[in-house]
């Protein structure tokens, strides 16, 4: 893994994001242009998390069954396809199956997520997923202030179809510079791979690790659906475009984090988890200063960026170390709790901040931090209390092969034990 061939990985991953985010700087004048009543603009945004959401299922668990790279630049195609059909549509249904379409194929983030863990040596695992994963945070916060400003000067539409360039152009990009994978086990039908997703929820590390990232991402949904609300209203009254800038903001706190990953790498994923959950609850007590001051919540922005992305390469981290053999399922499940925790925090910080202002929000999106954290401490006061201490290997890389050490890191007794 090559700083050039990590910074193809992170591009695929922001630009297949942003075809998820990049609708919600636009609804207004998208939902009037297709005829969309205002009320019910929120679909706009939730046909790509429908699509996204199946696409986790069906088709993410495809990566251990194929080779990885040309699967990228498959669905790359696929989600130009739908974004393309978005940029044409004269017709509400036609611009939701785009939509649909293009959130089905924007999983290929997973795929090059678990590409770069796959080709990486233990050592490096965890800079390069951190590296790559940096890539989504980018889509998804840059998203908001590009898609404004290109829909201003030529119309949503503009939007979606140089989403569908990118994509293109990425798709060959990928072929070009990627190596293919050298399997090491022998991959099993995708049907296999599919219905192997269930036995995951049964494995502490893996259930653990994907209720934290499910009041993670719920904390982080709250931010970022709810924050426009306090900054159109009184005192600061702020245009799109000015909020827009706020996402640039966050982008400081989550490539700093890209850090996380070398910890992780260094064997202190458990440990860093937990410091970055009690600075996310932290963070929220500085965000919380909006509706009298600025800088604070910019301080507070900053510092919740870095936690979601400090936590989020770590779990990514140990769950691909505890299951080399079947990364791509283990990290399309692992998304789900992703999916729907985003979900649950956009959902509840509108309600929340009609009925209780900010105050509220921010009340909520510490609650889901707080409940993060509680989960960690759990986690460890289990992994402490297993016998001969062997519920702790998974913490770590070296932890998780020093009782086995003439065993690669790929084999099926390793991630068992892991497990």
Partial sequence: MTAWRRLVLAMVCGVAVASIYAAQPVLEPMGHDLGVPPGLTGWI????QFGYLAGLVLLVPLGDVVDRRRLIAAHLVMAAAGMTLTASASASWVAFSGLAAAGMFAVVVQTAVAYAASVSVPAERGRNIGVVTAGVVVGILGARAVSGALAEAWGWR?????????????????????????????????????????????????????????????????????????????????????????????????LGAARAGRWADAGRAAPVTGLALALLILAWAAIAQLPWSLWMPIVGIVLLDFAVQAVHVSNQHLLTTAHPDRISSVIGAYMVFYSLGSALGAATTTAVYAAHGWTGSSLLGAGFAACALAVWAADRRLSRCGPNGSARRPLSWNASVAPQASVPPSSNSSSQQSS
């Fill in 158 to 254: 503009s939007v979606y179809a140089v989403l569908a360039v990118l994509s293109l152009a990425l798709a060959a990009l990928v072929l070009l510079v990627l190596p293919p994978e050298e399997r090491r086990s022998r991959p099993t039908g995708n049907g296999r791979a599919v219905s192997s997703l269930g036995g995951l929820f049964g494995q502490r590390l893996f259930l653990s690790r994907g209720l934290i990232a499910f009041f993670l991402f719920a904390s982080f949904g709250t931010l970022w659906s709810g924050l426009s609300l306090p900054l159109t209203d009184a005192p600061w009254q702020l245009g799109e475009s000015q909020i827009g800038l706020f996402g640039f903001v966050g982008l400081a706190g989550a």
């Fill in 45 to 48: 945004v939730a046909a790509g």
